[in-house]
């Protein structure tokens, strides 16, 4: 399993970005799939989480702000991300437990993520 993010970049408060993460050794649409962050002398969070048959997780922090999603052609995982703020800034990473649920309705298993992407920087500044 391969994860590649990319769509990283600097932007000002309120703005937005798109970061993407393509797969390659699984079909994402039937895998859970993750967002996590990790900012400067913080432990790592996750974000948001998209299960095999589409349910989706939000952290508080970014609810109502990002949209995780799926596109199945390019069989990637998108992070649409609005309204950013200075504490958004941080690595963000892909990831998936690798774990075949085509059906299932649940993806926080935080611990469970297993695979891992390189990390996409975000900074939110003026």
């Known amino acids: 399993v391969e994860l590649v993010e990319s769509g990283g970049g600097l932007v000002q408060p309120a703005g937005s970005l798109r970061l993407s993460c393509a797969a390659s050794?699984?079909?994402?649409?039937?895998?859970?799939m993750a967002w996590f962050r990790q900012a400067p002398g913080k432990e790592r969070e996750a974000i948001s989480c998209?299960?095999?048959?589409?349910?989706?997780f939000y952290a508080d922090a970014v609810k109502g702000r990002f949209i995780i999603s799926r596109d199945n052609g390019n069989n990637s995982v998108n992070l649409q991300m609005n309204s950013l703020k200075p504490e958004d800034t941080a690595v963000y990473y892909c990831?998936?437990?690798?774990?075949?649920?085509?059906?299932?309705?649940?993806?926080?298993?935080?611990?469970?993520?297993?695979?891992w992407g390189q990390g996409t920087q975000v900074t939110v500044s003026l």
């Open positions: 050794g699984l079909t994402v649409r039937y895998y859970p």
């Open positions: 998209v299960s095999g048959d589409g349910t989706t």
């Open positions: 990831a998936t437990d690798g774990l075949f649920d085509r059906y299932g309705s649940t993806c926080n298993h935080w611990e469970k993520y297993s695979f």
